[in-house]
T-cell receptor
């Protein structure tokens, strides 16, 4: 089975902190994604990566950056956390040439 | 800009009922339309998907109906069970954009015993 693992289930951070959300997949997938999930808004794409060191902005990249130094790992970085970044963050991966996207279990981030 | 619109936002049915969730899209280049199911505390998981060259697809109790001319698709759950209570997301993607999924807003389904 494909496994996408997010390093934390729950995080509480203070306003202004730099926050790292880590994601690892074990199926050698080329494509990786970060979404945030908010009630009534569905899942919105923050950033995605189709190869090591490659990244592209999604629909809501402001306030976020990403890093992909190794194929299996995709990190989401909140440079200076704000309360409006309190949300559920979902990492996902997809193999090249296949449409199915596999999600991690999510990280619920609260910024106080 | 929301490219996939989903309704209703929430839905309550009795056991055995047939909940229907609807989605509409704008981008005619979309060529893959999945539905994801999410239980509390879990990430979304693929439930069923359809390509625009067919009008209907069934997998067990789940059916996707697809209307290409209207740019709409819907999920039907036959003989719904309390275990089907979850949040359902429709999505769409375009092949040449690396398969990034654009999601609808989600529907919270509750099936009462």
């Amino acid at each position: 089975d494909v496994k996408v693992t997010q390093s934390s289930r729950y995080l509480v951070k203070r306003t202004g902190e730099k926050v790292f959300l880590e994601c690892v997949q074990d199926m050698d997938h080329e494509n990786m994604f970060w979404y945030r999930q908010d009630p009534g808004l569905g899942l919105r794409l923050i950033y995605f990566s189709y190869d090591v060191k490659m990244k592209e902005k999604g629909d809501i990249p402001e306030g976020y950056s990403v890093s992909r130094e190794k194929k299996e790992r995709f990190s989401l970085i909140l440079e200076s956390a704000s309360t409006n970044q309190t949300s559920m963050y979902l990492c996902a991966s997809r193999p090249q040439g296949a449409p199915v996207v596999f999600f991690g279990q999510g990280t619920r981030l609260t910024v106080v | 800009q929301q490219q996939v619109k989903q309704s209703p936002q929430s839905l309550i049915v009795q056991k055995g009922g047939i909940p229907i969730i609807n989605c509409a899209y704008e981008n005619t280049a979309f060529d893959y339309f999945p539905w994801y199911q999410q239980f509390p505390g879990k990430g979304p998981a693929l439930l069923i998907a359809i390509r625009p060259d067919v009008s209907e697809k069934k997998e067990g109790r789940f059916t996707i109906s697809f209307n290409k001319s209207a740019k709409q698709f819907s999920l039907h759950i036959m003989d719904s069970q309390p275990g089907d209570s979850a949040t359902y997301f429709c999505a769409a993607s375009e092949g040449n954009q690396g398969g990034k999924l654009i999601f609808g807003q989600g529907t919270e389904l509750s099936v009462k015993p």
